[in-house]
């Protein structure tokens, strides 16, 4: 099985400014992926980014980019230039790379609560 | 194209009703799921449909809830008997069939349930 752990549960930051939500996770599994949602108050989850565990290369996707490291399972998320439009839960979630059923469902943390100051 | 609708938006029962909450995939997503965010917790799995193979029930928390997929295109979710703590929102997402992570499952804007 796999956990999710978002210590977090609240963060804010200064419009423009940089802020990085943390997030550990536990996976008896070799191949994995691990993602960032986003999750405005439309209760729409958005795929942030994404990383493949196999993959020593860092995720980017514009402002966004993730710390991956591997031995330490932990995969924290890094905005940069923090926009108003960012304000939003974050989930951190993890999925099998090989399932025997084949669902690949997501387990996702409890989330951080960003809030952007203008 | 359209994404993944859920209706209703949000649905009121009183504990002891059935509920059924609809999910309407995006075209051609053969993989649907069904999931729980109660309030404060991140997103449970409850259940996966992929094409015409049996369905993955295990994330179900009870015997009083239960889906289908007809058609292999919409699904219904149905809670018997609710409960109080049934309260939840209850989120979709579909995806293309394949390995996992290469095909982003797309979510729904879910379903507020309220158990009075």
């Known amino acids: 099985a796999q956990t999710v752990t978002q210590s977090q549960p609240e963060m804010s930051v200064q419009e423009a400014e940089t802020v990085t939500l943390s997030c550990t996770y536990d996976t008896s599994e070799s191949d994995y992926y691990l993602f960032w949602y986003k999750q405005p108050p439309s209760r729409q989850m958005i795929l942030v980014i994404r990383?493949?565990?196999?993959?020593?290369q860092n995720a980017t996707e514009n402002r966004f980019s993730v710390n991956f490291q591997k031995a330490a399972k932990s995969f924290s998320l890094k905005i940069s230039d923090s926009q108003l439009g960012d304000a939003a839960m974050y989930f951190c979630a993890s999925q099998n790379a090989y399932s025997g059923a084949g669902s690949y469902q997501l387990t996702f943390g409890k989330g951080t609560k960003l809030s952007v100051i203008p | 194209g359209a994404g993944v609708s859920q209706s209703p938006s949000n649905k009121v029962t009183e504990k002891g009703k059935d509920v059924e909450l609809r999910c309407d995939p995006i075209?051609?997503?053969?993989?649907l799921y069904w999931y729980r965010q109660s309030l404060g917790q991140g997103l449970e799995f409850l259940i996966y449909?992929?094409?015409?193979?049996?369905?993955?029930k295990s994330g179900l928390p009870s015997d009083r809830f239960s889906a289908e997929r007809t058609g292999g295109s919409v699904s219904t979710l149905t809670i018997q008997r609710t409960q109080q703590e049934d309260s939840a929102v209850y989120l979709c997402?579909?995806?293309?069939?394949?390995?996992?992570?290469?095909?982003?499952?797309?979510f729904g804007p879910g379903t507020r349930l309220t158990v009075l």
């Open positions: 449909f992929q094409g015409n193979s049996a369905p993955d």
């Open positions: 075209s051609g997503h053969t993989a």
């Open positions: 990383q493949e565990a196999y993959k020593q």
């Open positions: 997402a579909s995806r293309l069939p394949g390995l996992a992570g290469t095909n982003e499952q797309f």
